[in-house]
């Protein structure tokens, strides 16, 4: 933290950086695509010499029209990312002296930046899973259809090294049901047709076996797939020890930063200026506070 409050020492600094990431590879006119520009209505804006659209740096991205300072939204970004167990919208919010609303805004808007690109699927050998997000409920066990818990299917490569079993990149995605077209939608977004793939004996994976090399094998409690369960009981330590619950409407964005952090965290150094590099080519999504799962 020090060393990154020692590079963003300022707005302009921060200002400046967004500004060379963004037109990185030159300036294009969101109005008229014109190609060349002059100099905005402000520091480091860029207006189109031929309509005269004004641009500024923090416009279209995560940062459009905050009010928050710019160095203060930076160190926000590290925090998200670069914590080993995250934090909350609520703590952001405590932590930073933030309005609530402004930190779930915030932390919405950089979970929308640490979505997978879908550019790099899981491959050599993959171990496949289904869990559960949500407390106790009495009668429902197993894959019951009947549970009002948050379903998820998880992949994670297995890479064996001296007769261990190490964890890899892993992807999470949210489902509604076990049913195969509901899985498959983890296999078509986050896993090469070309890997290995080991399942338990759950019958829904069967019918993707035309297109996925997949061998199912007895979980024995879990006992045969020891990699991911211990990924599994680490995501839902997650949420429980850092988030204590989440909505079904947010679940996704939960996963997505849980695998964001996960796969980069042997990158832990670069992780915020990779973030930040999304955020620039992120799209300003507009956050309706009017969702479930609020203080998330």
């Known amino acids: 933290m020090p060393d990154f409050r020692k590079r963003f ?38 207006r189109c010499q031929s309509c005269g659209y004004n641009e500024a740096p923090t416009a279209h991205t995560v940062f459009h029209s905050m009010k928050i300072p710019l160095t203060l939204a930076f160190e926000m970004v590290y925090r998200i990312c670069v914590s080993k167990k995250g934090i909350s919208s609520l703590a952001l919010s405590r932590e930073y002296n933030l309005n609530p609303k402004t930190g779930y805004n915030f932390k919405r808007k950089i979970q929308l930046s640490m979505k997978s ?19 106790k409920e009495v009668g429902c066990q197993g894959r019951s259809s009947e549970t009002e818990k948050k379903r998820v299917v998880v992949a994670v490569e297995v890479i064996k090294s001296k007769k261990k079993l190490l964890m890899g990149r892993a992807y999470a995605l949210s489902i509604e049901n076990y049913s195969s077209s509901e899985l498959q939608k983890l296999f078509d977004k986050h896993i090469s047709s070309k890997a290995k793939i080991e399942t338990d004996g759950w019958s829904g994976y069967k019918p993707l076996s035309e297109n996925y090399k997949i061998k199912q094998t007895y979980s024995d409690k879990g006992q045969n797939f020891p990699t991911i369960h211990t990924l599994i009981m680490n995501v839902k330590n997650w949420i429980r020890g850092t988030h204590h619950s989440v909505s079904e409407n947010h679940i996704q964005k939960y996963l997505d930063e849980f695998c964001f952090r996960l796969n980069r965290r042997t990158f832990i150094n670069s992780m915020p200026i990779f973030l930040l590099n999304r955020i620039v080519t992120t799209n300003h999504t507009p956050v309706k506070l009017s969702e479930r799962g609020y203080y998330g």
């Open 9 to 46: 020492d300022s707005d302009f600094t921060c200002l400046s950086y967004l500004a060379g990431l963004k037109w990185a590879a030159g300036f294009n006119c969101r109005r008229c695509a014109h190609k060349v520009s002059v100099k905005g209505d402000r520091n480091l804006d860029k």
């Open 117 to 135: 690109s879908e550019k790099h699927p899981l491959e050599g050998l993959v171990h496949v899973d289904e869990f559960v997000v949500g407390g």
